[in-house]
């Protein structure tokens, strides 16, 4: 129906994250609201230490609340356990992590088949091969991680989380580790990739060029979050 407000595929409800040291409790997150539209992309931005890694956990059911409500894909999350949280990102999220986290042992084609065949895929070599294609890899698909620039290994993982068709995409400092010219391009990649899948896109990141191409830009502070210009 024209005008209808987009589905939320992702969203926070007064949620908290409490966690217990040596040296006492500390509060990460504080009663914290946050709703991602599907097909939006929405930048989290603050210092070190300000929670947004955390939440970005919690949003892609990577981590549980202390407290609160987290819904992912309209079922809530918070209360399910680890096995649940992994089955119902299974196919529907995608996470790219700043690291690559890449298995050494498989190519570059074989760490994007891995996870299609272990959710039993049917045209799981075809999304592979795709998927490769489509961040500019074919010519490399044969080769290992060690093999490959830093540039080279975060598209494979970008590839990795796009082969299954995600509704939504979140990735933890896409361009954190890579030079300036090549963060362009990864920047470039993702947001094409989101337009052309119509998946949402959460992205942490200190890079004011990726904040400023997103619909939206949040600010973390101290657990705290603040709507961006």
Known sequence: MSGQRPRAVSKAVAVGKHVTGPAGGLTILER?????????????????????????????????????EVWLCGQRVDDLDEDGRAALRSGRVGFVFQNFQLLPTLTARENVLLPL?????????????????????????????????????QRVAIARAYAPRPEVLFADEPTGNLDQVTGEHIIDLLLNLRSDAGAALVLVTHDPRLAERCDRRLHMSSGHLEQGS
């Open 117 to 153: 065949e272990l959710t039993g895929t049917r045209d799981a070599a075809r999304r592979a091969d795709d998927a490769l294609d489509r961040v500019g890899l074919t010519p490399r698909a044969r080769h290992y991680p060690r093999q490959l620039s830093g540039g080279e290994q």
């Open 32 to 68: 914290l609201d946050l709703e991602i539209q599907a097909g939006e992309a929405v930048a989290i931005l603050g210092a070190s230490g300000s929670g947004k890694s955390t939440l970005l956990g919690l949003l892609a059911g990577l981590d549980s609340a202390t407290s609160g």
